[in-house]
C-alpha cells in the first residue's frame, strides 16, 4: 500500500468515515489478474466534508461527483433511482448514512458487487460473488440491474474478457431492456464491443447477445448469420468459430474485425452485401477508420493473395504495392486465410513483404525522372507501373525467386 493510499485512508478514518475498495480491481484481485484501477467507495461522510478533508481531490464526472487522488479514484457511496429511459437517466443520492451494502447493490453484477475493508483487509460479499467468480458465473446483483440498458453489453463483454458463463435469469433480464437498449450511445456500445475484440473470447460476445435475443439492436447483420446455413452447418456458429481461430493468431483487433467481417462475407459469397453491411454497421456504432479500412483492403486483396501465381505480371505489382501501403499488410492477409483454412502452404517461402518492400525501394518516382529525363505528366504513374513490372519479373519472377 503507498503512502498517499495510507494517508487517506486515516484521515478519512479520523473524520468518522470508513474507505474500501470496490469494483474490477477488487474482482481481479480474487482472480489473481492484474488491474491499474484503483477504485475506492467513501461512506459516513457527507459530500462537503470530503472536500473539507481533501480541498487538492480534483473532481471527475457529471452525473455525479468522482475524486481523482494520485490516480486514485474515489467516490462517495451512493444510490440510485430512474428517472428516465437510457443508460443515464438517473438520480443519484449519496449522504453518510448510506452503507457499503447499500452501494454495492446498485452495482450490475455479483462478482463486481464485492468490497474490500482497507482497515481490516476483509471482503464485504452481500451477494455471494466471490462464489460466483471461484465457480466463473455471472449473474445480475439485483433488480436494479434491469435500469440500465448499458448492463447488456457489459455482461457479455465480461463474458468474453474473463471466460465466465451467464447464468438464464440474467439471460431473461438482459431481454427486457431490448428496446431500451436503443437508447444507449454509439460510442458506448463500441466501446464495450471493443474490449470484447481484444478479449481472448470475442466470440461469447456475440452468442451472449444471441442467447438473450438482443444481438440484432445494434449489431444486425451478425444477427442475420443466424438465419441461414453454410456449409452444412449455421452460418452464426460458423463465423464464431473462425472468430475464435484469429484469436491464436493475433492479438491485433483491427485484424480480428477484418476476419470477422470477411467470414461473413464469404458465408454471403457477396462482396457487394458484405461492403453495405460493413458501412452500415459503422454508422450504427461508430466503428474508427482504420478498422474500415483494414476490411475493405482484404475484400480487394484476399482473393488475389489466395491465387498470387495466377496473377499476371501487372496485377501482381498492383498487389504487393496496395498490400503493402495498407493497414492490413500481408501478415493480415495471411491470418484470414489461416483462420478461413484457405491458406495456400506454397507461399510459406515467399516473402511478400520484403519484396514489395525492395521494388517500391528501387523503382520509385526518383528512379523514373532520372530514366526518362522527364517530370511527373500524365503517363508517370504508368511509366512507374511498368518499370515495376519489367523489375518484379527480372529480379522474382524468372529471376530471383522466393526472396
Not at 178 to 188: C, F, V
Amino acid at each position: 500500500m503507498d503512502k498517499t493510499l495510507k494517508e487517506i485512508i486515516e484521515k478519512v478514518k479520523e473524520n468518522g468515515g470508513k474507505i474500501y475498495q470496490v469494483g474490477g480491481s477488487v474482482r481481479d484481485e480474487i482472480l489473481g489478474i492484474p488491474n491499474n484501477d484503483e477504485d475506492y467507495c467513501v461512506t459516513g461522510l457527507e459530500e462537503e466534508e470530503f472536500e473539507n478533508i481533501f480541498p487538492n481531490a480534483l473532481e471527475l464526472g457529471k452525473s455525479f461527483k468522482v475524486y481523482n487522488m494520485d490516480g486514485k479514484e474515489i467516490a462517495l457511496a451512493r444510490t440510485e433511482k430512474k428517472t428516465k429511459l437510457g443508460h443515464k437517466g438517473f438520480e443519484i443520492c449519496t449522504n453518510k448514512n448510506i452503507t457499503i451494502e447499500q452501494d454495492l447493490k446498485r452495482r450490475d453484477i455479483t462478482i463486481n458487487s464485492i468490497a474490500k475493508d482497507l482497515y481490516t483487509n476483509k471482503y464485504i460479499d452481500p451477494f455471494n460473488g466471490i462464489s460466483d467468480i471461484k465457480n466463473k458465473i455471472i449473474r445480475a446483483t439485483s433488480d436494479a440491474f434491469c435500469e440500465d440498458p448499458l448492463r447488456v453489453y457489459r455482461v457479455a463483454r465480461f463474458s468474453a474478457t474473463l471466460d465466465f458463463f451467464v447464468e438464464d435469469t440474467t439471460i431473461n433480464m438482459m431481454e427486457t431492456l431490448k428496446d431500451e437498449m436503443l437508447y444507449i450511445s454509439k460510442e458506448r456500445v463500441f466501446k464495450e464491443f471493443y474490449k470484447a475484440m481484444k478479449s481472448k473470447n470475442p466470440q461469447k460476445f456475440f452468442e451472449v447477445l444471441y442467447k438473450a435475443n438482443v444481438l440484432n439492436v445494434h449489431f444486425e447483420e451478425i444477427y442475420n448469420l443466424s438465419k441461414y446455413d453454410y456449409k452444412e452447418e449455421n452460418a452464426f456458429k460458423y463465423v464464431m468459430k473462425k472468430l475464435k481461430n484469429s484469436v491464436d493468431l493475433t492479438d491485433d483487433e483491427n485484424i480480428r474485425f477484418a476476419v470477422l467481417m470477411i467470414c461473413i462475407g464469404n458465408t454471403m459469397e457477396n462482396n457487394t452485401i458484405l461492403k453495405l453491411n460493413l458501412n452500415s454497421l459503422a454508422k450504427r456504432i461508430g466503428l474508427p477508420k482504420k478498422w474500415i479500412e483494414c476490411v475493405n483492403s482484404a475484400i480487394m486483396n484476399i482473393d488475389k493473395y489466395i491465387n498470387y501465381n495466377k496473377l499476371n505480371i501487372l496485377q501482381k505489382v498492383d498487389f504487393l504495392e496496395n498490400v503493402f501501403k495498407s493497414n492490413i499488410g500481408f501478415d493480415g492477409l495471411k491470418i484470414m486465410c489461416i483462420a478461413n483454412n484457405c491458406y495456400n502452404i506454397e507461399y510459406n517461402n515467399i516473402n511478400f513483404e520484403k519484396i514489395a518492400e525492395e521494388m517500391l525501394r528501387k523503382i520509385d518516382g526518383k528512379y523514373i525522372i532520372n530514366k526518362y529525363n522527364t517530370k511527373h505528366d500524365k503517363l508517370f504513374k504508368e511509366t512507374l507501373r511498368k518499370e515495376r513490372a519489367n523489375w518484379l519479373k527480372n529480379n522474382i519472377h524468372g529471376g530471383r525467386k522466393n526472396v
